[in-house]
């Protein structure tokens, strides 16, 4: 399979590459999942740290190249497959470089993604136990929602499930020019770190967070008693009160509520 059937654009700019390797605030020995090396730009700047990579890539002839070309057995394992079907834990468990006292070690994600599959790897990335980083170039146009604030046009499900768990940066803007084949839509570096206290408990409420916010903003321009009366079937009586109860306004938008309020509304809805 071609390199652009699977949407990839390789990033060859040495400067670029060693800015998203300080994104992962690195330190020799720390464990990183690298998502589609591709050609072995960023794995290289990786290794020259001093990190232990995992890298996954789905082109199978890309994964053969790049593995002959490290050379690093103590610090490099390539994983030829889809990162999107692989169990990542697994992976690391059963990966014997390194070894770890614990059943999950401490890891970070990276990758210069394809960005049909952004969404479906942030779920993937944001899946328990959580890394300390992820860090991704992506469209810019999805940096940006990811790290929107209530109110704004691209504030969305998506910005409020992320949020919920992790503190969400858009560190840099990437230029077309720097990739080949050159993207048709400007890239950014989007930086994830969870929070300490995480808004919702991902393992056990995580999907049905998800599943609530986007119900909710399937509506986002109407009034919030009216959205929640049709996403939970309870009538407006209860439904005023219940926004009462938690200081929300009945009238607001569910475009201006903080992530906060929604796991607060979640919370409220479970307990009926």
Aim: positive net charge; proline residues 8%.
């Amino acid at each position: 399979m071609s390199p652009r059937r699977l949407g990839q654009h390789f990033l060859n700019d040495r400067n670029i590459l060693r800015r998203i390797v300080d994104a992962l605030e690195p330190e020799p020995g720390n464990v990183v999942l690298e998502i589609g090396p591709g050609k072995g730009s960023l794995t290289r700047e990786l290794l020259g740290r001093g990190l232990t990579v995992i890298a996954i890539e789905k082109d199978a002839r890309l994964a053969g190249d790049v593995g002959w070309g490290m050379g690093d057995g103590e610090r490099f394992t390539i994983v030829p497959g889809d990162a999107l079907k692989l169990d990542w834990h697994d992976l690391l468990t059963r990966t014997p470089h390194p070894a770890s006292p614990i059943s999950h070690p401490v890891f970070s994600v990276c990758g210069n993604i394809p960005y049909s599959v952004t969404s479906p790897l942030l779920d993937k990335a944001l899946t328990p136990p959580l890394p300390e980083r992820v860090v991704f170039l992506v469209q810019e146009e999805v940096a940006n929602r990811i790290t929107a604030r209530p109110g704004t046009k691209a504030y969305g499900a998506l910005t409020v499930g992320v949020q919920a768990l992790c503190r969400a940066e858009k560190l840099f803007v990437v230029r077309a020019g720097a990739f080949e084949p050159p993207p048709k839509v400007q890239s950014a570096l989007l930086r994830l770190v969870p929070l300490a206290e995480p808004l919702i408990d991902a393992a056990t409420e995580g999907q049905a967070f998800r599943r609530f916010v986007t119900a909710c903003f399937s509506q986002r321009r109407k009034q919030l008693r009216n959205v929640l009366r049709a996403v939970t079937g309870k009538s407006a009586t209860e439904v005023t009160a219940g926004l009462t109860a938690l200081a929300i306004d009945p009238a607001a938008r569910p475009e201006t509520l903080a992530p906060a309020q929604f796991v607060a509304l979640l919370h409220w809805r479970t307990s009926l």
